[in-house]
């Protein structure tokens, strides 16, 4: 099992990314995305579950301005980025879980991506 993550990069404030993260090697019900940043402990970005609904989960930090998205066929989970800020700055790393049941723990997940860095100055 693979996640390979991509779409990170550096913008200006204001501004937006797309990451995707493809998985590999079979399907999971709950992907993920988290964050981390220089000196700071990684911290839930947003979830996105299987299923019809596909409901989706953001951290207060992000909601109205990031979306979580899933595209079933390709094994991929996408995470829009907009009105970036600096403090969004972070490496990104996408994760998946076996459970059906989204957590917003690191702990929780099972598999993770390689991470791919965002750098947002002002």
């Known amino acids: 099992v693979q996640l390979q993550a991509s779409g990170g990069g550096l913008v200006q404030a204001g501004d937006s990314l797309r990451l995707s993260c493809a998985a590999s090697g079979r399907a999971f019900y709950v992907m993920a995305w988290f964050r981390q940043a220089p000196g700071k402990e990684r911290e839930f970005v947003a979830a996105?579950?299987?299923?019809?609904?596909?409901?989706?989960y953001y951290a207060d930090s992000v909601k109205g301005r990031f979306t979580v998205s899933r595209d079933n066929a390709k094994n991929t989970v996408y995470l829009q980025m907009n009105s970036l800020k600096p403090e969004d700055t972070a490496v990104y790393y996408c994760?998946?879980?076996?459970?059906?049941?989204?957590?917003?723990?690191?702990?929780?997940?099972?598999?993770w991506g390689q991470g791919t860095l965002v750098t947002v100055s002002s």
């Open positions: 996105i579950a299987g299923g019809s609904a596909g409901s989706t």
């Open positions: 994760a998946a879980r076996i459970s059906t049941v989204v957590h917003r723990s690191p702990n929780s997940y099972n598999y």
